[in-house]
T-cell receptor, first 115, second 115 residues
Framework: AQSVTQLGSHVSVSEGALVLLRCNYS??????LFWYVQYPNQGLQLLLK??????LVKGINGFEAEFKKSETSFHLTKPSAHMSDAAEYFC?????????????FGTGTSLTVIP | NAGVTQTPKFRVLKTGQSMTLLCAQD?????MYWYRQDPGMGLRLIHY???????AKGEVPDGYNVSRLKKQNFLLGLESAAPSQTSVYFC??????????????FGSGTRLTVV
């Protein structure tokens, strides 16, 4: 069975500080991994994805994530937080060998950036 | 290129009423999905479709029906609305490109309140 755990439903950082949002997954087959961002009253926008190849992936808005198979983790980081980063972030896993290829989402982490 | 369009954006229903949510995509994506988003629970899959004329149940299908008569459209029906179906509903689509699955493209959501 596949599942996604996001540690910390709420994270607060100061503007300019490191952003670290944690995501652990379980999957019986090699997964595809994704991070999405959701701004208030909007849909979800893809930040970055890991499918195959390089385990450190870079996304939009200065975010990056590293796939660590041994730790079953896909943590999202950004070196310096900006006020515009305040949003809800969702980690998702997709098992490509399963019918439907649907995503399984974590419960989300709300990021607050303090001026 | 409109992407994924959901209608309506907002709706208030009385308990027992029925309605249909429409999702339309113009990207020729094969796979389409309906999710509901509730606070603290992330996104949960209601139904999905892997092609025109095919549908399948997701994690929380009870009280919902779907149809995919045309490739570009995926309809979600509520037969007899209940307050527990108060939620934000998201449609998403996905495609296989160069033998690698893209991430989801999401619609902007439908906010449904059942009173």
């Amino acid at each position: 069975a596949q599942s996604v755990t996001q540690l910390g439903s709420h994270v607060s950082v100061s503007e300019g500080a490191l952003v670290l949002l944690r995501c652990n997954y379980s999957s019986s087959v090699p997964p595809y991994l994704f991070w999405y961002v959701q701004y208030p009253n909007q849909g979800l926008q893809l930040l970055l994805k890991y499918t195959t190849g390089a385990t450190l992936v870079k996304g939009i808005n200065g975010f990056e994530a590293e796939f660590k198979k041994s730790e079953t983790s896909f943590h999202l980081t950004k070196p310096s937080a900006h006020m515009s980063d305040a949003a809800e972030y969702f980690c998702a896993v997709s098992e490509t060998r399963r019918t439907g290829n649907q995503f399984y989402f974590g419960t989300g982490t709300s990021l607050t950036v303090i001026p | 290129n409109a992407g994924v369009t959901q209608t309506p954006k907002f709706r208030v229903l009385k308990t027992g009423q029925s309605m249909t949510l429409l999702c339309a995509q113009d990207m020729n994506h094969e796979y389409m999905y309906w999710y509901r988003q509730d606070p603290g629970m992330g996104l949960r899959l209601i139904h999905y479709s892997v092609g025109e004329g095919t549908t399948a149940k997701g994690e929380v299908p009870d009280g919902y029906n779907v149809s995919r008569l045309k490739k570009q459209n995926f309809l979600l029906g509520l037969e007899s609305a209940a307050p527990s179906q108060t939620s934000v509903y998201f449609c998403a689509s996905r495609r296989l490109r160069d033998r690698v699955w893209d991430g989801y493209t999401f619609g902007s959501g439908t906010r449904l309140t059942v009173v």
